[in-house]
């Protein structure tokens, strides 16, 4: 459906910000 469709492509937007957020993490505190 195209509900299901979109909820897919919210939750790949979400998963992308997630990882996104910790490369920043990462990047901001050298290791």
Same mark, same amino acid.
């Given at each position: @459906? +195209? @509900?299901?469709? +979109? %909820? #897919?492509? /919210? /939750? *790949? *937007?979400?998963?992308?910000? /997630? #990882? %996104?957020?910790?490369?920043?993490?990462? @990047? +901001? @505190?050298?290791?």
């Amino acid at each position: @459906s +195209a @509900s299901g469709f +979109a %909820d #897919i492509g /919210e /939750e *790949r *937007r979400n998963k992308k910000k /997630e #990882i %996104d957020g910790v490369h920043q993490t990462f @990047s +901001a @505190s050298p290791l």
